[in-house]
């Protein structure tokens, strides 16, 4: 039987939604033993016993991917959920600020979207003192602009509505507003959002860990991973790129891929389907 749109929506959701759940159970269930150094199984393809094949160092390659998808799904969590934050604090009083506080906001989204995204993290990453703290506060800090300026438009849109109207007769607040009515229409926008940008803070973390910024070799991340793994590639270990690379980019599709399901979703016109 044909699949209607809504349910392929649903399945895809499902699908990536597990593939998401299957690594953090994974890196919950694996022994985290099998990182320790051990020379006598160093280099070895993949095989049974080492799905991913292991290391210069003999570390099991599967362990230490999963490890550090973990570490990119705890960085891109923190990092989109502040973004997130400040796209709705400075969007929403752009649009019910005076002119001058939306001109000075609008002046500084463009600021933002201007300046090279890499650059600027690794910018903002020295300044906080480096580490997983500078990851997370670098992309926080560079990737709420196009969402903050999504959320000014919608409230401009729904602040003449009558409800919100007759809500301001009545001698409510702009915070009771933007509590009670405003902030629960636009949420699935801002759910949508929040899932579109978890991609993008994931890859930028990745970006900034490869060029050797941010986190210590010690700490286990996919970028880290990949940096180490280009010194070896030219001795045949085509393993220690390949299966952490495409992990990376499974991982990053499947967020993608839940954010624009749920733009579908969402969709009025849906209802109809």
């Known amino acids: 039987m044909k699949l209607n749109l809504k349910k392929k929506v649903v399945f895809s959701i499902v699908f990536s939604l597990s593939i998401i759940l299957i690594i953090l159970l994974l890196s919950i269930v694996m022994d985290s033993s099998k990182l320790n150094t051990n020379y006598e199984i160093r280099s070895l393809a993949p095989s049974f016993t080492h799905i991913f094949g292991t290391d210069w160092m003999g570390r099991d390659m599967l362990l230490r991917t999963v490890k550090g998808l973990q ?3 705890m960085v891109g969590l923190l990092g989109a959920f502040l973004g997130v934050g400040i796209a709705i604090i400075l969007g ?5 600020g005076s002119e001058k506080v939306d001109s000075a906001i609008l002046w500084t989204i463009d600021l933002f979207i201007g300046m090279p995204h890499l650059i600027f993290m690794i910018l903002i990453s ?9 990851v997370v506060i670098a992309t926080a800090l560079t990737h709420w602009p196009a969402l903050a300026r999504l959320i000014r438009n919608e409230v401009l849109h729904l602040k003449n509505m009558e409800y ?3 809500s301001h007769n009545l001698g409510k607040s702009n915070w009771f507003v933007v509590r009670n009515h405003i902030l629960l229409i636009i949420f699935p ?3 949508v959002g929040f899932l579109l940008l978890f ?3 994931i890859l930028h973390e990745a970006s900034m860990t490869f060029l050797g910024f941010g986190l210590s070799a010690q700490t286990p991340s996919i970028g880290i991973i ?3 793994a280009v010194k070896h590639i030219s001795l045949g270990d085509w393993w220690l790129v390949f299966f952490p690379g495409t992990s990376l980019v499974l991982l990053v599709k499947s967020f993608d ?6 733009r579908m979703y969402v969709d009025p016109q849906m209802r109809y389907i």
């Open 257 to 262: 891929n839940i954010g624009e399901s749920l």
């Open 92 to 96: 929403v009083i752009s649009a019910l």
């Open 164 to 166: 919100i109207n007759l």
């Open 226 to 228: 990949l940096s180490e």
């Open 126 to 134: 020295f300044a906080v003192g480096k580490g997983a703290k500078g």
């Open 71 to 73: 570490f990119s799904l």
């Open 189 to 191: 926008q801002i759910l």
């Open 199 to 201: 991609p993008h803070v």
